[in-house]
């Protein structure tokens, strides 16, 4: 995505390392402030807490969670990947009741590590097995770091499950999800968890199991129906993979995708960073586009509506008489507020309605009465005119006219100084502030 | 005609329904609020019921009993409803969703019942397979006894939100629900929705577990019997049919034969077709105003909302009465351009011509008042700049409390926030034959002149203020010019009601509880 505004060079959001990204989105958000409104920013605060908790927690260890319908067979195709039975597989609905997790690798789910990952992901201390130990398993040191999370069905009626579904699923660095050739297009995984997930296509992959169930020439078809519904869910990159815990077909190319993320030991920071690129494009969609700075024209216009509000066409008059004001400048409130209103509404029109509020707020018209009042009050024009060796060279009303329309520029100078310090001073400022929150959030894209 | 609806008199109960289906059809559920959704689906379901069987079936009795085949994906609702009728009448596949028009099958001796007589939940009845939204395809066939209609709904979860509609609409129109559970997911949360539905509604039902594994037959079989009893669904009848190869694309005839044997005993029984009718009828008719008060309950809580809402409305307008008033009386009014032109008015005693005779017509112009035009002009822009900035300060605050409130942020989007230039009332109209009828001296005195900061000191501008002769018919004018002000103000504000769609809420809770209450006495 390309931002049209002239800001200061970034590196280029390829090679940008996550956390410097993270600190540019912090960054973005606390220049913004209270422009955005909290709704806007939750998604955002809470990818940087997430990568807080989550990259203070081993963020070598890889989470994985399998997640799918009543029947789907996850436990099945969790019990083929680890090559025993540990998730009970039972035909009675819904069979799995609580997460359980299973680790490989050296630091088993006694280290402090991962027992603070765990704890972080809301699996009970007595759902935690360690591959080595509990199931007396040759070590697969391929697998050394990963964690796996054998997640209750989310489409039970037993709905108290899906609070720690969601927890897991939130958090985890990979989503496995388990569909089956009947139930594939449900309503609920689509609407309720799928399509959440928009834009985290990195971190989540979707295995289509009992595929021994139907005839070979249907595969084909379902896999490429499957891909459309996830297209139509924002996941259009998500990985798709077939398989059968029954017959054990596909399971090497399962085995092998999550080889791949655990040796890599990166899948925490992938994740984050699918996230967060989510989250950022969100944002960069709902900031607007730049606001234009105030024109020379909308400058003068609200100089001369000033000028009106203060009745400067008077003013003058007394100037030209008194060649400093005695009595006092009664500038006109409303006046003044609309003034300010036609100027500033407009400006701030691009951006979005909670900011737009922020920048109409900015300015209080009555400073700016204020302002105009006592700039005014200390004008001298006694000395204003044409000199004494010109006049003597001009006729009187020659000598007048210069004198007055030299008052009515002094008159207007005041005004436009008034109205510089009060209004396109701060406008100015908060006009810059965009572009500054615009290229961090880039930065962070 | 069923016996319960010859238990009630037509006239009365036709008046109630069709009363209880205008309110219901009316009311106003347009609030981007989490519960829409559910209070849209309960108005199409009573709409549905309403339509396409209370009333269907109080207009034209009798026809055949219609079973409604429904489930989730993949149920393998069409390969039963093929294997029923020992043909491929209806669409399968393993692509979800499988189902988009669905498919009518019944004997010749109904199908005109169908074709001609009565619309089948707003559906074209067609004879070929077009598979064209918005359509049912009638199939006739002697494999179907005379008495029974049998519909393939679509997947009551597809992903597809017209097909859920669609089966939800089919549904209401049934006599019997026979509802397809597969082995693997017979515990779903969305399924078990419709079953209680069927329940709620005293619905004749039948479940069909499918695709059961043999060795999981009397487990899974006595868990969902267990689960339909403690549902209260204990009456409804479980037929099982296990997982084989399919034959031609069939179901094993010996899977079929019990729930054929079913269909079979209620077509050529019209005890037990009428009884079967009678009942769904009968569930339907007294559900009706249990569900048009689930839905008065939604209507309400949008009501609630929009009336927040509309208090956050009056309140801001009201501070800008507050404040139009305030101002009148503390002279911020005669400062800038209209205290120039009073004090130049003044100056060239326009004070004595309060004296002189009121003539008629607009003040500023009169011949004798050197001044009194430029005053009156000063005057109307002063009032309509005032106006307007009150109304732009009242959007303000609206802008920013109605985005904190439920609901508040589809209604600020909703708006068209540009200042307003035009007011609704008009305000210069207004004030023109306003300020004409007091003349300038009292009307700048009306709209504060002295209480204007600059012209405290003045005495004999205090001289007249203080004279009570004046003193009666300025406070005459300005109430009539606050009354007049208030005017656009309200116009402002009763525009700003509409546009936001607050206005369509008043009673409408009470409209739909007072059908369901006149409904339920016609029924008792």
Redesign the interface.
Known sequence: MTVPHPGPAWPTPQTAPLPDRLAALQRALALAGERFSDVETAPARAVIERARQRLGRSPLHTVVALAGGTGSGKSSLFNAVVGTPLSPVGVRRPSTEEPIACVWGAAGPEDAVVASLLDWLGVPVRSRLSHRTSLDQRDDPEFDGLILIDLPDHDTVRAEHLPGIGRVIDNADLVLWVVDPQKYADAALHERYLSRLAGRDAALAVVMNQLDRIEATTAATLGADLRRLLQEDGLGSAAVLAASAATGGGLPALRNLLVDRVSQRQAAVLRLDAELRSVVADLRLSIGTTPQPVSNREASDLVANLTYAAAGEELVERLLVEGRLHGPVVVSDNHVERAVNDLVEPIFEPLPLHWRRFGERLIDPRSVTASVASALSTLDVSKVGPSGLRRAMMGREKVEALRREAVQHAVTQMVATAAGQTVLAPLAAELALWPTVSAALAASA | MTESTSAVTPGPLLAALAELRAVVKAAPLRLGLPDAVLGVHVREELLATLDDHVLARLNKPGGPVLVVVAG????GKSTLVNSLVRASVSRTG????TTRAPVLVCNPADEGWYLEGRPLSGLRPVRDDGAEPGTVQIVSTATVPAGVAIVDAP?V???A?DD?ELATRLLAAADVWLFVL?????????P?QHLLTARDRGAVLVVVLDRV?P??SA??HA?LSEMLVYAGLGQAPVFTVSETTLNDGLLDEFDVVTLRDWLQRVAVDPAIRDAIIARTFSGSLQALPGRARALAAVVAEHQGVARVLGDDLVQAFAQAHHELVTGLASG??V??????RWQDYVHAGGLDALTAPVRKGLFRRRPNSPGAADLGDALED?LA??T??LV?RAL?SL??VW?TRAGG?DV??AVD???RTNLAGGAVEVLRGWAGSGGPVLSLLAVGAAA???LVGDDSVRAVAEDGTFARRVEVLRTELVNRLDAVLVAERDALAVEAGLTAFAGAELAVLRAADALERVLS
Do not use: I, K, Q
């Open positions: 989730p994906t993949g149920a393993v692509v979800r969703p997947d979860d597809s992903v939100a859920r597969t082995a693997n997911r017979y515990a779903d949360a969305v078990w594994p060795y999981a487990e899974v868990h911020t009014l400062t800038g351009e209209l205290l120039r002063a700049v005032y307007g900035v732009n303000a802008r920013d985005p942020a600020v989007e926030w540009t200042p204007s900061s600059a």
